[in-house]
């Protein structure tokens, strides 16, 4: 059975990720939701496998947004 890691999520980003749905929001209401949904999606992957990603400089490894011009960067503990 898959291990699911945990995620410890930084202030700063979940400030980021509702700046960003804000920024979207005055786009379009839709566009919003599909950001955050995207994130996410994303998270979930993560915690299922942190590995899986090689863009990464130093200790930080990022997973890029398929439809999205944004990367979450992370650190394995």
Known sequence: MPQNFSLN?????????????????TI?????VRFYQAINKHFST?????SAFAIHYDNIRCLPLKKFPYMIHYLVL
């Open 9 to 25: 999520i930084e202030p700063e980003a979940v400030v980021d990720i509702q700046e960003t749905v804000d920024y979207y929001k």
């Open 46 to 50: 993560l915690k299922k496998n942190h």
């Open 28 to 32: 379009n209401q839709q566009l919003a």
